[in-house]
């Protein structure tokens, strides 16, 4: 008897058989279209069988198995194996998440026929190459001589020629006909490093792949990738899926960016998948950062990932100056500073750029009533409503709530409603205010909402279209802006005592991200930071441009607490109507886990730092390890345990392996 045994995408943690009188060994791999319950859904066949442990009677024959395209490798289903297995996710909801969307529901793209001319074989680059540094050069010759797997850390400020050591390595890879992935933080990015690539490799065929794309363009990304036709697959975090049968290197470009790791459905890390993916296929993978996370920090130094420095910049010869400004004595005009309003004045007066960086959009973070005590408050969330003077809204930002901006208090009458706090919208008022001669331009998500209007905003900065640029982290990301010569951070401090323990670890990072804009041309660049910790750790590491000192800073601290890299944590996190339903289950959870917890330490129950999210009250339970073997066989058997109960109505539970928010 012919069955297949098939991964559907549904929250059960089991494959699904059925008869095919037609099939063999070549279907492994290819999408099919089963009945279940009333409907048809599209799964993909994992496994031939004989016989089933349902009962013959019972299975059901499939409708259809598409072969209108190439079987998934062997090697991709064992990547979505491992993650099914690694983040206690069922196998059918990762393939299903890991295939785009199109052929997830059984469908194909139409196809371009390929240009006649394209070869394989990619013509040397029209444009002029600089010559390598001689650190640049060494990092090539030692990506571009591993054989077999290697993690390798390439670490680098921003403008040190990260980018151009990835395009040597990969133009090795397309030399020897294979394939090469690079993943990118986030969308915005990627069109200007796209634009690079395909002038680098003009006869190359580049494949472009994130969520924000077209299904029909994705699908055909897909398929060329899975046909080997696709050279370069450059994207987001979801490309580490693609099926790529001559996979050479893998480059991570900004390791250390959270954007890496979903916080919804399949919570996985594609820079973790993508060293496991390296391990599998026993081939490089070149993790790039000027601040690498400290896991990976760590694992350099220790020995386990190779270290590649680039120690100096390849265009401007000096670092920028970075300054702490002590704001503890001083009045604020609106929270800045005199040396920041001097250091802008004398920017306009020589017609160079600056950027005030607060990482806070919105006027204000909440509008308050002060003689009644009313306040702007979600109504779904245990959160402020964020005050948006530009449209006239009441935003919250965690669950898109919005409102008008009452003309009253709605408790007294009272008219006097104050802003209390200050985001980029009211910075820019003030900027505007303070320097009416001076063009000022705002970028946060607001402004810069679709990828269009960034582009836009880009090509203004570009253009020295203006003189004082006001944003938030969006702005601190890979962008070359050679007029900038100041970066001034304001409020930064908040982060340096956050609840959440890596916190610091990200402030330092944007602080240097936003700092590296400034002075990549012949300019120097200079970096103020507002702080009323002028002496705070973190701080003079940064006046010092020592990323390394800061690292081994917070990893000492964390040793001592015990907390990753040197534990291993999981995080069940519930939501229900009540905190006491959401609690309870926890606490049932907990005392299931508890015979099974062997060398893993079990947390209490605790509501999350945001409780209440959409009308939802949310719990959590942290378990840690000091072994990642001990807390995977643990978090299996527990998960089996948790998917056999039936679970109270209107109660809601995910697990995320290696979690990064807290
Ligand atoms: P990163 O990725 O570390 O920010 P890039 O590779 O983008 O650095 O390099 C920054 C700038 O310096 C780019 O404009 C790049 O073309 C240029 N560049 C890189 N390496 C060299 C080099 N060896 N000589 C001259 N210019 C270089
Ligand atoms: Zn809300
Ligand atoms: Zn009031």
Known sequence: MNIVRVALDLPLPRLFDYLAPGAGESDIGRRVTVPFGTGLRTGVIVELATASDQPDARLKE??????????????????????????????????????????????????????????????????????????????????????????????????????????????????????????????????????????????????????????????????????????????????????????????????????????????????????????????????GSATPSLETFHHAGTGRYQMLELPERAVADAMPVVRIVDTRREKLQEGLSAALLVGLQLRLDRGEQSLVFLNRRGYA??????????????????????????????RCHHCGFEARVPRACPDCGNVDLLPFGRGTQRLETMLVERFPSARVLRIDRDSANTPKKWQVLLAAIHAGEADILVGTQMLAKGHDFPLLTLVGAVGADAALFAADFRAPERLFAQLMQVG???????????????????????????????????????????????????????????????????????????????????????????????????????????????????????????????YAQKMPAGLRWHLDVDPLEF
């Open 516 to 642: 590296g804009r400034s002075g990549r041309a012949d300019l120097p660049g200079e970096v103020l930071i507002q702080t009323e910790y002028p002496d705070h750790p973190l701080y003079r590491a940064l006046v010092d441009h020592d990323y390394a000192r800061f690292a081994q800073n917070q990893l000492d601290e964390r040793r001592i607490a015990g907390f990753p890299p040197f534990s291993f944590q999981a995080m069940l996190r519930a939501e229900a109507r009540s905190m006491e339903q959401a609690l309870d289950f926890l606490a049932a959870a907990r005392k299931a886990a508890e015979p099974l917890a062997d060398g893993v330490t079990l947390y209490d129950p605790v509501p999350m730092r945001l409780q209440r999210l959409m009308t939802l009250e949310r719990g959590q339970l942290l378990v840690e390890s000091l072994s990642r073997p001990a807390l995977q066989a643990f978090l299996a058997a527990w998960m089996e345990k948790l």
């Open 365 to 394: 973070p909440v509008l308050a009533c002060p003689p009644c005590g009313w306040i702007s408050r979600c109504q779904r969330c245990a959160a402020n409503l964020v005050l948006h003077l530009a449209d006239g809204r009441l």
């Open 62 to 287: 499939v409708v259809a198995i598409l072969r209108d395209m190439p079987a998934l490798p062997a090697e991709w289903l064992a990547l979505c194996e491992f993650c099914a297995r690694y983040y206690q996710t069922p196998l059918g909801e990762v393939t299903s998440f890991a295939l785009p969307p199109m052929l997830r529901r059984g469908k194909l793209p139409r196809m371009k026929k390929p240009p006649a001319s394209s070869s394989a074989v990619p013509s040397p680059p029209a444009i002029e190459l600089p010559r390598l540094m001689a650190a640049q050069a060494a990092a090539v010759a030692a990506i571009v001589g591993q054989a077999g797997f290697q993690v390798m850390l390439l670490h680098g400020v921003t403008g040190s020629g990260k980018t151009e050591v990835y395009l040597r390595a990969i133009d090795a890879v397309l030399a020897h006909g294979g394939q090469a992935l690079m993943l990118v933080p986030e969308i915005a990015l990627t069109p200007q490093l796209e634009g690079r690539v395909a002038a680098r490799f003009p006869a190359a065929h580049v494949v472009c792949a994130n969520s924000g794309m077209g299904d029909a363009a994705r699908a055909r990304g897909f398929i060329e990738a899975l046909t080997g036709r696709a050279q370069i697959v450059l994207g987001t975090r979801l490309s580490v899926f693609m099926p790529l049968p001559r996979l050479q290197l893998i480059v991570v470009d900004e390791e250390h960016d959270a954007s890496f790791k979903q916080q919804e459905g399949l919570r996985y890390s594609a820079r973790d998948v993508a060293i496991w993916r390296a391990h599998q296929l026993n081939i490089p993978v070149v993790l």
